[in-house]
């Protein structure tokens, strides 16, 4: 099961750094991507690093979100936050062969509760 943690409440400008990890194993086998969602919008991708440790950053966020593992965890720092950055925050996980749209996150193969990340103005 995964979880994502580190959301909060934090002022234009600021960081957070999301951490998602695997109750009881390891994600360093698997793809994980990070992606967020607001009330009746569609799921966004953000960022995505393989079982192999190349990265893909969606274009929105490039300048700002860094997505990294370390200790069997994937993280995602988030720096320089606006308002529209607002919104819950998942990880999900797809096996090594998986095919999936790094763009939705549909195909991944689990997801993990949402962290929610609010930036206020």
């Known amino acids: 099961q995964l979880q994502a943690s580190g959301g909060g409440l934090v002022q234009t400008g600021e960081s957070l750094r999301l951490s998602c990890a695997a109750s009881?194993?390891?994600?360093?086998?698997?793809?994980v991507g990070w992606f967020r969602q607001v009330p009746g919008r569609q799921r966004e991708g953000l960022s995505c690093?393989?079982?192999?440790?190349n990265t893909d950053v969606a274009g929105s966020v490039k300048d700002r979100f860094i997505i990294s593992r370390d200790n069997a965890k994937v993280y995602l720092q988030m720096n320089s936050l606006k308002p529209e950055d607002t919104a819950v925050y998942y990880c999900?996980?797809?096996?090594?062969?998986?095919?999936?749209?790094?763009?939705?996150?549909?195909?991944?193969?689990?997801w993990g509760k949402g962290t929610l990340v609010t930036v206020s103005s």
């Open positions: 009881g194993a390891t994600l360093d086998d698997y793809n």
């Open positions: 999900a996980a797809a096996e090594p062969h998986t095919d999936y749209d790094g763009n939705t996150g549909d195909g991944m193969d689990y």
């Open positions: 690093i393989s079982f192999g440790g």
